[in-house]
């Protein structure tokens, strides 16, 4: 069980206030989600080119996630800071951004920062009203087949677009420097596609919408998030030893 720090934990009458201050941040997120799906649904119609297509689709997720952040910051309830991410937004060619999992908020996170990323996802999550078409919009890539997911991903990396990865598959066990092992498809992906893998640390000390970890329950405040660029690793033959170096970067980063 996780226990609230002393010196975060908020007095007993003030508990009620900002639990519905929390929830209505939770609220505004999922609008802003809702809103720009609405707007993508209407845009698959349209006659675009392909590229700008995908231009437009990334950069609504990225631009409103940016927005909510910003209001999360001005809540006094939530910070982000990962102002490190903006070196990688004109980076040439196609990369693979590999990230710990702490929390259910990483992605919102890294696409914020990176108008040209590509996320992979369930394919539940292609059809939920307030994702599905905004990903499709953006050319999102579906993990039900694992042969078509490495197909998609490595097209869109050679296309140029950066694939944001976590792979431990599901989030990490805590908030603090734990781990799980790593899958093989992240280095098999950066192997195929001749593409570099970025790893990106992400730090926090809230269990925030971490592993079991419910929406409404109240965390200590605030909830600071902090993403940090980690060691670049070129693709390699053997993409299991790969993997194997990468998973210990990871351990002695969030270790240290």
């Not at 990483?106 to 994702?131: H, I, T, W, Y």
């Not at 097209?155 to 990865?165: E, K, N, R, W």
């Not at 570099?196 to 269990?207: A, F, K, L, M, W």
């Amino acid at each position: 069980m996780t226990t609230e720090p002393r010196s975060r934990r908020p007095h007993a009458l003030l508990r009620p206030l900002l639990w519905l201050w929390m929830m209505v941040l939770v609220a505004w997120l999922g609008l802003i989600s809702l809103g720009w799906n609405a707007v993508a649904f209407m845009l698959q119609g349209l006659p675009l080119p392909p590229g700008r297509r995908l231009a437009i689709g990334r950069g609504g997720v990225t631009y409103g996630y940016r927005f909510y952040w910003a209001c999360a910051r001005a809540s006094g309830l939530m910070r982000l800071e990962a102002e490190a991410l903006d070196a990688l937004r004109d980076a040439p060619g196609g990369l693979i951004i590999a990230a710990n999992h702490p929390s259910l908020l990483d992605a919102v996170m890294l696409v914020a920062r990176l108008p040209r990323s590509v996320c992979v996802m369930k394919g539940a999550l292609m059809r939920n009203v307030f994702l599905g078409a905004g990903a499709r919009l953006a050319g999102y890539i579906v993990n039900d087949s694992p042969r078509q997911m490495i197909r998609a991903a490595v097209d869109s990396l050679q296309a140029g677009g950066q694939l944001i990865v976590f792979p431990e598959g599901t989030r990490s066990p805590g908030p603090g420097g734990t781990l799980h092992p790593l899958r093989p498809g992240l280095t098999l992906i950066a192997q195929r596609a001749g593409v570099p893998v970025q790893t990106v640390i992400i730090e926090t000390d809230s269990p925030y919408l971490g592993k079991d970890w419910p929406l409404w329950r109240l965390p200590p405040l605030p909830i600071v998030f902090r993403a940090r660029l980690g060691e670049r690793f070129a693709p390699e033959a053997d993409h299991e030893a790969l993997l194997a170096r990468i998973e210990d970067h990871f351990r002695k980063e969030l270790g240290a």
